[in-house]
Structures are given as structure tokens and as C-alpha cells.
């Protein structure tokens, strides 16, 4: 186990990990904690020949996976993932999620949906009491011609929409999908699925970071200990 200030991602990162064997498809996440699952899983193919494909999320993940040896495959070639390890937002107590701040919400979605096993990683900070709670926005990956009815339709939902603004470069930020993202604060989210439904039928909305009845298990990594929760798939 590792003490670093990195150590809570770093520990919950290596323990999903291990849920990879060989021979499997395996889902890439994106964002800072699942880079340590590809860092994990490279270090298993150099030193214990660890055969898999991977099936990247994001840019990122490509390139991390490119950086540590992990090829790749496509959704094409393999429909079904074995195993997909991402990170998460926020977790609430049915293990329900936001996800999203990377702005990689819309395939880590589809990569999501198409595992068999779905793993999400995180520190305590991540664990909440109820979706949304300390003004966390809900991400929503749209598409740019859609901007002003999305805006207006999150608002006459009762949430308060602002669309993602780069850094390092002037004017909204863009999705790998060349979708814009409108980070959306609705308060304490008291029923997520039905939120989800209800931005889902807003047209131009291409998916949201609300990541509802997808979760198996969640490793929430500590400075030297891994909290696992399950959830049993209904
Ligand atoms: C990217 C995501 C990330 O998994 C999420 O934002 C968590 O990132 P990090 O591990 O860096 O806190 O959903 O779209």
C-alpha cells in the first residue's frame, strides 16, 4: 500500500486492477484515479506477460494506454467488455454515481454499458450522502447547435446550467465527440434515475454524467486500506 498524497486513488486503482486476468476485454476509464489502473495494468503486462485488450474511454485513456503498453481494441471487434475500472465524481449509498468532471461522460457511458463488470474508484472524498450535495454539477455532453434549448430546459427543470469554459484556451470546452458540456447544479438530487430520463428527453442532450443501476462493485481507497461496496445487478 502506498502513502503518498496520491495513495487513496493510487490503493483503490491497484485493487481493481486485480480483477483483471488474462484473455479479457477490459474498459479504460478516464480522469486522474483510473490513470493508475492503466499505470497498474501496464506494470502486469511487462512483468507478468498480462494479456489483454483494452477499450479506452477517452483521448487520455488512448494515450495512457498507448504510454503503457496496453493495445487496444474497438467496440466493434468486441461488443462485450469483461471488465470496466473508471473513476467517479460522486458515489451515493446505492452506489448510484456522477461522473463526468473529464469531460469523457458520453463514452465512459457506452463503455459502461457494454461491460459485464463495472468497477469504480475513488478517495472518501467522493462518497456522499445523496447525489448532487456540496454543489456538485451533473456534466451533460450536448450537442453545440443545442446550447440555448438545453439551457432552457435544465432551468425550467429546476437546475441552474453553465456551460464548460476551457482553460489554456479561449471558449467552451469540447468532448472527444465534439459535443460542448453544460455542468448543470439541480441541489441535493432526490431521485437520480428520474432527473436522468428527464434530461435524456431534452433534444441535442447526448448523455449525461448520472450513472444509475451500473455499478458492481466501488474500491474506495484510503491512505493505507481499500473500502470495497458491492452492489448485486438486479
Ligand atoms: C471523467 C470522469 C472521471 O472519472 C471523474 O471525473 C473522476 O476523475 P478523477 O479520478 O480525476 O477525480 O468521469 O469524465
Do not use: W
Amino acid at each position: 500500500m502506498q502513502t503518498s498524497p496520491d495513495a487513496p486513488k493510487r490503493n483503490a486503482a491497484y485493487a481493481a486492477a486485480e480483477h483483471v486476468k488474462d484473455g479479457m476485454i477490459v474498459g479504460l476509464g478516464s480522469g486522474t484515479t483510473a490513470a493508475y489502473t492503466i499505470i497498474a495494468l501496464g506494470e502486469r503486462k511487462k512483468h507478468q506477460n498480462l494479456q489483454i485488450l483494452g477499450i479506452p474511454s477517452s483521448y487520455q485513456a488512448f494515450q495512457l494506454a498507448v504510454q503503457n503498453g496496453i493495445p487496444i481494441t474497438t467496440l466493434e471487434e468486441h461488443p462485450e467488455i469483461d471488465v470496466n475500472i473508471d473513476g467517479a465524481d460522486q458515489i451515493d449509498p446505492n452506489l448510484n454515481l456522477i461522473k463526468g468532471m473529464g469531460a469523457a461522460l458520453a463514452r465512459e457511458k457506452i463503455v459502461a454499458s457494454s461491460a459485464r463488470k463495472n468497477i469504480f474508484i475513488a478517495d472518501e472524498k467522493k462518497k456522499v450522502k445523496v447525489l448532487g450535495e456540496n454543489g456538485q454539477p451533473v456534466p451533460i455532453e450536448i450537442l453545440p447547435f443545442a446550447i440555448a434549448l438545453v439551457q432552457n430546459r435544465i432551468q425550467a427543470l429546476g437546475g441552474s446550467p453553465l456551460l464548460r469554459e476551457t482553460k489554456g484556451k479561449l471558449g467552451p470546452v469540447i468532448s472527444d465527440n465534439g459535443c460542448a458540456i453544460m455542468d448543470a447544479t439541480f441541489g441535493n438530487i432526490k431521485d437520480p434515475k428520474l432527473l436522468d430520463n428527464q434530461l435524456k428527453m431534452i433534444p441535442g442532450v447526448v448523455e449525461t454524467g448520472l450513472f444509475i443501476g451500473l455499478t458492481d462493485i466501488v474500491y474506495i481507497g484510503k491512505a493505507s486500506t481499500v473500502e470495497k461496496l458491492e452492489r448485486k445487478r438486479i
